[in-house]
């Protein structure tokens, strides 16, 4: 079965750091594009993060840059985000999805880990 | 950063009535290169169209989408009971991807 699963996600202190986790499988991982989109409580969809098909290149949003890594391993057909000083307003689901097209669009998604961060 | 408005906030319709959602955007997305999303309550997003106007897999032809430019359209020509949701707009013409803020079809 072609199916996104992520993990990692918990409640998390402000300044803190998490690591989720995207396993693949059903497809060759190593030949797409991968993105991290989220959704805070009861709001939108924003993108978050983008790693070419190697690795050997990421792009971040303004709102997460030099806070978060996106990396992935593709012997293990797993994407990651590092999180560090982590804010509150970094609470939502965190979504996995492939990417498609030039710079992407989303045609396969994970059901999502949700982060929270409090005090 | 290209910006996407989407309108109406909300659309009540009832089952078998035509839905006509829009997607503005701030300026001209290239190639065409804007998405349309499904997502039902405690679901991931379901991608619907891309490219303006290319049905995904699976996806049923009662949706279609249209538009080019800054000015795009999903038509959902009659509704049936499973398609009461939020809707999405994304483009991908600029390095920083954006979604537009969604368009709730509730049932009037």
């Known amino acids: 079965e072609v199916q996104l699963v992520e993990s990692g996600g918990g409640l998390v202190q402000p300044g803190g750091s998490l690591r989720l986790s995207c396993a693949a499988s059903?497809?060759?991982?190593?030949?797409?594009?991968m993105h991290w989109v989220r959704q805070a409580p009861g709001k939108g969809l924003v993108w978050v993060s983008r790693?070419?098909?190697?690795?050997?290149?990421?792009s971040y949003a303004d709102s997460v840059k030099g806070r978060f890594t996106i990396s992935r391993d593709n012997a293990k057909n797993t994407l990651y985000l590092q999180m560090n000083s982590l804010r509150a307003e970094d609470t939502a689901v965190y979504y996995c999805?492939?990417?498609?097209?030039?710079?992407?669009?989303?045609?396969?998604w994970g059901r999502g880990t949700l982060v929270t961060v409090s005090s | 950063e290209i910006v996407l408005t989407q309108s109406p906030g909300t659309l009540s319709l009832s089952p078998g009535e035509r839905a006509t959602l829009s997607c503005r955007a701030s300026?001209?997305?290239?190639?065409?290169?804007l998405a349309w999303y499904q997502q039902k309550p405690g679901q991931a997003p379901r991608l619907l169209i891309y490219?303006?106007?290319s049905r995904a897999t699976g996806i049923p032809d009662r949706f279609s989408g249209s538009g080019s430019g800054t000015d795009f359209t999903l038509t959902i020509s009659r509704l049936e009971p499973e398609d009461f949701a939020v809707y999405y707009c994304?483009?991908?013409?600029?390095?920083?991807?954006?979604f537009g803020g969604g368009t709730k079809v509730e049932i009037k």
């Open positions: 999805a492939r990417g498609r097209g030039l710079r992407g669009y989303f045609d396969l």
């Open positions: 059903g497809f060759t991982f190593s030949s797409y594009w």
């Open positions: 790693i070419n098909s190697d690795g050997s290149s990421t």
């Open positions: 300026q001209s997305v290239s190639s065409s290169y």
């Open positions: 490219g303006a106007s």
């Open positions: 994304q483009q991908y013409g600029s390095s920083a991807l954006t």
